[in-house]
């Protein structure tokens, strides 16, 4: 009997995501992998080493990639986790590669996955809630794994198909995957705490906990609203019924467990980088012109977001 071939996957964007998923799928997979050079050349002299929730080891058979000359024509499905701000310059560099293959995006913020719809017809969208972080060159931890995977078609008429055997193969791989019939949703949703409370920390240099003080409420309080408001005008279902009701559930439960925790948009402005604020709050503000919905806080925050990328001695 003639043994089933191994999926080939292509990650884009491997950061502490897209790393720690390239080192899970390897079990199930031929993965590659585009990553930084410092990742890279760590991975092909040793292996990835991962820890923590998704298992302690050091794997190898990982292929590192620094452009779509690299990559083999037979792939089966691309995952792009690299920042929003790279998605459509990481489409332009991979386009050949793209185009009419399945593309998911397990990326934050709203907005990526029409990006890559310009460049290939079946789009699966992703949230992953899972903490991950690079200890070193080539060297990940998976902190903790808070709800499974969800993932969901986006676009393409034979995006049913591409969805089941996508999630079959992270499935496979031991990581909790649920399918979701509403993915704008799914990612609109995760989106919120990160709009509520992602950039206030940042500016502030504070963990999420600062959120739960009494004059910060008032701010996240009208961001969420104003994102409730935006999300209804754009046909949105958000899991919750109303602002009140995510507000609840935002400082009863996820500030509290994520009360120490630093987001992503509080190091990319220590060190020097763009953040995703045009993939959130400024997304938001942008809609909200479109519609003709007032979006002073998301535009106020967007706007100090901004200035302190711009200028250095601020952060």
């Known amino acids: ?32 992998a585009a990553c930084r050079p410092v990742h890279a050349g760590a991975v092909q002299e040793r292996g990835l080493v991962m820890e923590g929730a998704w298992g302690n080891g050091t794997i190898d058979g990982i ?31 991979y ?43 080539g060297h990940v931890r998976v902190l ?7 993932l969901g078609v986006w676009s393409g008429n034979g995006g049913g198909a ?13 990581i909790p995957v649920e399918a979701d019939n509403d993915i704008r949703s799914g990612k609109w949703a995760k989106a919120l705490l990160n709009i509520a409370v992602n950039p206030i920390c940042a500016l502030l240099r504070s963990p999420v906990g600062v959120a739960a003080d009494a004059g910060i409420r ?28 995510y507000l609840a559930h935002l400082f009863s439960v996820q500030v509290p467990d994520f009360a120490a925790v630093y987001p992503s948009m509080y190091y990319d402005l220590r060190q020097g980088r763009r953040t995703e604020i045009d993939l959130l709050n400024g997304h938001i503000a942008a809609l909200g012109e479109r519609h003709g919905i007032a979006t002073p806080h998301n535009r106020c925050i967007a706007g100090l977001v901004r200035y302190a990328e711009a200028h250095p001695e601020t952060r």
């Open 1 to 32: 009997m003639k043994a089933l071939q191994r999926p080939v996957i292509l990650i884009l964007g491997a950061g502490a995501v897209g790393l720690s998923l390239a080192g899970k799928l390897e079990s199930v997979a031929t993965v590659y």
């Open 63 to 93: 292929a590192c990639v620094s452009g779509s000359q690299e990559v083999p024509p037979a792939i089966d499905f691309v995952i792009i986790t690299a920042k929003g701000t790279d998605t459509r310059a990481i489409c332009e560099e």
């Open 95 to 137: 386009a050949a590669v793209i185009r009419g293959r399945p593309t998911a995006s397990l990326q934050n913020g709203i907005g990526n996955e029409e990006v890559i719809a310009r460049y290939t017809d079946t789009v699966i969208g992703g949230t992953v809630t899972t903490n991950f972080s690079v200890m070193g060159p």
């Open 144 to 150: 903790s794994e808070s709800a499974p995977m969800h």
């Open 162 to 174: 591409a969805l089941d055997r996508l999630i079959g193969i992270v499935r496979s791989a031991g």
């Open 218 to 245: 008032e701010i996240v309080d009208g961001l969420v609203r104003e994102t409730f408001a935006v999300a209804g005008a754009e046909g949105v279902r958000l899991p919750w019924a109303t602002a009140d009701d």
